[in-house]
């Protein structure tokens, strides 16, 4: 989140210097991202990174996003290290037909973040959206209650109203004049027209599946009573043994059943048979001789001696050499190789 919003501020202050603005300088940007450098020289704690995430997604207008990070516990009137708030890079998203980045400024004040929240220099985001002429913005923090006749306390705006800074915009070709015309209209509309809703009720917290337990053993189970229906039993085996312990007079109660046949143990089902490499993908010496080297390995797992493992190692090399064309004297000569690789002839 730190590095989107430095890439933004600094595509903005690119934009600002080519269109000759005085309110923003490269040499801000600079500063900025040495402050923002320097926060990221340590680990971030989670209240922080989670104001990253609410400011990120004020500046995108992404509603849904805000509410489910306040709803997670973000302070909507919480800044970063450079001293930037939601409420501000809400009103400094957007253009001058964006409604997203209204409604965002509008929950955030619902939240309790104060209209007229100011920067370090005094700047408030009724400012920001008056001189990028975003309109809608413009109008809900009025209606809200933000003070369209405050002044920045220090830095290029210090000492202007909200009704300078939109004509400076106009001046500094960061909007039009139609532009400017509808930003005014907006900031004469009458303060506080609008109160603050409360915020929406939490929404109601879903308790978790309760995890079924083995009737037997008390591991988690997956199964149950094909019958009762009412206990659960984590393999077959455990079901089998609480059956006969008792669980079958319970089970055949219900239908007026006193006892009941005993379930036949099952036995479980074999692995299945491991498939070996046939060595299909080598030359077929090497196939034999790997053959060969197999052999002898189960040879030597069942306890059997170097001299039968080296008879079976021949004839499986053998049988591995003819069954990939090999001759016969080709086939001999790799079965004594496979001999003479276990023995150690």
């Known amino acids: 989140d ?129 001189y990028r002429g975003h309109a809608p913005c413009v109008a809900i923090l009025v209606m809200k209650g933000a003070d369209a006749h405050t002044t920045a306390s220090s830095g290029p705006w210090e000492g202007r109203d909200c009704f300078w800074i939109a004509r400076a915009g106009v001046e500094q070709k960061v909007i039009k004049q139609e532009e400017l015309d509808v930003v005014l209209a907006a900031l004469k509309l009458e303060r506080g027209a609008v109160a603050p809703q409360a915020p929406p009720p939490p929404a109601p917290v879903k308790e978790p599946p309760k995890e079924e337990m083995c009737a037997y053993c008390g591991d988690a189970a997956s199964r149950r009573c094909s019958r009762c229906k009412k206990v659960w039993y984590c393999s077959v085996l455990c079901q089998q043994e609480h059956y006969k312990k008792g669980h079958r007079s319970k089970c055949w109660a219900a239908k007026g059943v006193k006892a009941a046949p005993l379930l036949k143990p099952q036995k479980p089902a074999p692995p299945p048979p491991v498939e070996e490499d046939d060595f299909s993908g080598l030359p077929p010496h090497e196939a034999a001789a790997r053959a060969g080297e197999r ?32 001759s016969i004297t080709d086939a001999a000569a790799a079965s004594r190789e496979a001999c003479a690789a276990v023995t150690g002839d």
């Open 2 to 130: 730190i590095e989107r919003c430095a890439a933004l501020y600094t595509c903005h202050i690119e934009k600002a210097s080519t269109r000759g603005s005085r309110v923003h300088s490269n040499e801000a940007a600079r500063n900025m991202s040495e402050q923002i450098n320097k926060s990221q020289a340590k680990p971030m704690r989670r209240d922080e990174a989670t104001t990253k995430s609410l400011i990120s997604a004020c500046y995108a207008g992404d509603l849904e996003r805000v509410v489910a990070l306040i709803g997670d516990g973000a302070d909507p009137s919480a800044t970063d290290v450079v001293g930037w708030f939601p409420l501000y890079q809400a009103a400094c998203g957007g253009d001058s037909h964006s409604e997203d980045h209204a409604k965002v400024i509008a929950t955030l004040i619902d939240h309790g973040v104060h209209p007229d929240q100011r920067t370090p220099n005094g700047e408030t985001a009724l400012m920001a959206a008056a």
């Open 295 to 326: 052999a002898a390995q189960k040879v030597f797992e069942r306890g059997g001696g170097v001299e039968a493992a080296a008879t079976e190692a021949g004839r499986a090399a053998s049988l591995a050499a003819m069954a990939r064309g090999l």
